[in-house]
């Protein structure tokens, strides 16, 4: 079966669900815990303080349930492998609403506890096939919800890096779908199989064109853990620095990657 005609990962909604409740649960009780100190300090984001980037989360929750409240649209108009690809012409105008955001509340677990319970309820009464207008393009409210677990996974590991001593913890569905949804990414954006991607235990792709396998140990393979990936996936390190820190083993003439990434930032 080609790339191109393989199934899309099916997500448990249940899960899926749980997973971005928890997470974001895990970030609120952290950063109650962060002092005024700490909040000033710089993230690795540009010249967002920690404050802006905790502000920041819960916006990831808080579009759930804005886009809800609005009229639903008529039809679809984003796959899963294709929102990564459509973050990007956002960057900016998140840039600005964040350090508004940020502000503009203060109080930070207030902030928290409203998009926690607007989240909550929203979820209460609405179907995973309700279709959502996120700015990025319109998808199903259960593949939106995906694309949560990313925002959730992502900003935890910034604030885990910009704080020392801080360390969030990362709910094992959240980590397991963020690292799905970007692999799948990269197999969309570069199809074949000439090239093998083991993110255990949570994925393998195929990609590149190339010679294919059918049997044995593929032509070339790649192989890290999910963080790491993340962080490749999205920026936050580069290819050469994952090579050398030994964080990312690369073997056969189709395994160098760095033009293919990141995928989003």
């Known amino acids: 079966m080609s790339p191109a005609k393989k199934r899309a990962r099916v997500y448990d909604p249940v899960k ?12 609120r009780q952290a950063v109650r815990t962060l002092t005024p100190g700490q909040l000033a300090g710089p993230t690795r984001l540009g010249d967002w303080t920690v ?12 579009t759930v349930s804005r886009n809800l409240e609005r009229e639903e649209p008529a039809k679809a108009e984003l796959t899963l492998t294709e929102w990564p690809f459509a973050t990007a012409t956002r960057a900016a105008d ?8 940020a502000a503009a509340h203060p109080d930070l677990d207030a902030l928290y506890a409203r998009a926690g319970e607007r989240l909550a309820e929203a979820l209460d009464t609405a179907p995973g096939d309700r279709l959502l207008a996120a700015r990025t393009g319109t998808m199903t409210l259960a593949d939106y919800l995906v694309t949560r677990t990313v925002e959730l996974i992502v900003h935890t590991d910034d604030l885990n890096a910009a704080v020392p001593g ?28 000439s090239t093998e991607v083991r993110i255990p235990p ?3 792709v195929q990609c590149v064109e190339g ?8 032509p070339s393979v790649v192989e890290t853990d999910p963080l790491t990936w993340i962080r490749l996936a999205t920026g936050r390190v580069a290819w050469r620095d994952a ?9 056969g003439e189709r395994a160098d990657l760095s033009g293919l990434l990141p995928l989003m930032s």
Do not use: M, W
């Not at 404050?51 to 808080?62: F, G, K, N, P, S």
């Not at 010679?211 to 593929?218: D, L």
């Open 16 to 27: 899926i669900r749980a997973a971005v409740l928890a997470q974001f649960g895990n970030v």
């Open 51 to 62: 404050r802006d980037l905790a502000a920041h989360v819960t916006t990831a929750v808080e």
């Open 202 to 204: 949570y994925a393998v």
């Open 243 to 251: 090579l050398q820190a030994a964080a990312l083993s690369a073997s």
């Open 166 to 193: 801080l360390d969030i913890p990362h709910d094992r569905q959240a980590l397991a779908a963020c690292t799905r949804l970007l692999a799948d990414a990269l197999a969309a954006k570069a199809p074949g199989g």
């Open 94 to 101: 998140i840039a600005d609403g964040t350090r508004e955001l």
């Open 211 to 218: 010679p294919r396998h059918t049997r044995g140990t593929p």
